[in-house]
């Protein structure tokens, strides 16, 4: 009745018939009024809601769903703009899809599935994206191997279910990033992080800048196309590491002013120079992935940010993230809090951060804000 997308399965008195796991399902109150509608999960979290209204469950629904989603985008000037051709199109909770992730690259769309549920209609879903699309979406490439197995353990394949294609070269603010979903991490480009980019190229212009966990590098790219002196990018994965190599060049930046560099962070940051750099990035892959890694996750957040606030530069400033969903802001702040305290610095928030509006946060589901940024000035 408060509307929250999630029934645990200790809410739930009796189940009428044997509902399979993907299975859609009607849920009662005690007095028996209808709730909502949702898909049958494993675990705990007993069912993923979509519904609040009783209505039929087929194909033009979950285009409606989509065609939703679509208009959201539209609304806030991401769909139909020239300066950027790269966002996310399904949120999960944010769209009222618990359990589905669907992000666009131009003229290619990558679906991934969180939930059985989701997963057994994704042709029916990736049909529904290239309607929506007027056709400009030729690609659906579903990448949910990963999530459903770390959902049920089960193994599924990756692939396409409309045309063949898995690479793509965007724009996003006017940058050009190449894409490769089939390859890349996650879904093949971190989208949430483009409002945090344009950011930092509002900070960048003569600082000597390290994009430490810098994947692609998104924030690399922004901070020399702002006039950054320097620009160091850093990840453990040499994949990324080339791409972001090609990413510098393909936006025309003189090799003499980046470097792009594969090295675990706290290697790097242990033998680097106290002071070589004045602006720092560092934006970790999420390091709890359930309540019960929270707290060494906390701990990672706090070693990883003591390190760069002990050698960053006196006057730098330090744009720091989590995406780990089970760590909220006030738990992130403590932690930065104590790495301060570590470090030994004077240091003041000057901004918040969050992510884009393509990444909608259900006002019933706060869980949804996962991305959590600060930015620091360290005197
Ligand atoms: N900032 C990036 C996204 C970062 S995702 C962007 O805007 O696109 C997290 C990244 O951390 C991944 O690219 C992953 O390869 C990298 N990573 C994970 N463990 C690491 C480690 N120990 N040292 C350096 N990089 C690491």
Redesign the pocket.
């Known amino acids: 009745m408060r509307f929250h997308p999630w029934i645990f399965s200790g809410a739930i008195e009796k189940t009428i018939g044997k509902p399979a796991e993907g299975d859609i399902v009607e849920c009662f109150s005690s007095t028996g009024s209808y709730l909502a509608t949702g898909h049958c999960m494993p675990g705990s979290l007993a069912v993923k809601l979509f519904g609040f209204k009783r209505q039929k469950i087929n194909t033009a629904f979950w285009q409606s769903k989509i065609n939703a989603a679509w208009q959201v985008r539209k609304s806030v000037g991401i769909i139909g703009n020239s300066r950027t051709n790269a966002y996310r199109l399904v949120h999960n909770e944010g769209d009222s899809l618990p359990g589905l992730i669907v992000d666009i690259y131009g003229g290619m769309a990558v679906l991934q599935a969180h939930s059985t549920g989701m997963h057994d209609i994704r042709q029916t879903l990736a049909d529904a994206i290239v309607v929506a699309s007027k056709g400009k979406i030729s690609s659906v490439y579903d990448k949910s191997a990963e999530s459903i197995y770390k959902m049920t353990g089960r193994n599924v394949e990756n692939g396409f279910l409309v045309g063949d294609t898995g690479t793509f070269d965007i724009i996003e603010n006017g940058h050009h990033f190449h894409v490769d979903a089939v390859a890349g991490?996650k879904t093949g480009?971190?989208l949430d992080?483009r409002d945090n980019?344009e950011l930092l190229a509002h900070y960048s212009k003569d600082r000597n800048v390290l994009n430490m966990?810098?994947?692609?590098g998104?924030?690399s790219v922004y901070a020399a196309a702002a006039g950054a002196k320097i620009v160091h990018t850093?990840?453990?994965?040499a994949p990324?590491v080339a791409i972001a190599e090609n990413n510098m060049k393909m936006n025309g930046f003189d090799k003499s002013e980046y470097a792009c560099i594969t090295?675990?962070?706290?290697k790097y940051i242990d033998a680097m120079e106290s002071g070589m750099y004045d602006l720092i990035?560092l934006?970790?892959?999420a390091y709890a992935k359930n309540v019960a890694s929270r707290n060494q996750a906390l701990k990672g957040y706090r070693t990883i940010n003591a390190m760069a606030l002990e050698k960053i530069k006196s006057g730098g400033i330090l744009f720091t993230f989590s995406c780990s969903q089970v760590v909220d802001r006030q738990m992130f702040t403590s932690a930065v809090t104590a790495a301060a305290i570590d470090a030994g610095r004077q240091v003041r928030i000057i901004q918040h951060l969050s992510q884009p509006a393509d990444h909608p946060v259900n006002i019933f589901h706060q869980e949804g804000e996962y991305l959590k940024g600060l930015v620091l000035l360290v005197d």
Do not use: E
Not at 213 to 216: A, N, Q, V
Not at 234 to 237: G, T
């Open positions: 991490q480009f971190f992080q980019r966990f810098g994947y692609t998104g924030f850093v990840d453990s994965s990324a090295a675990d962070a706290r990035v934006d970790p892959p």
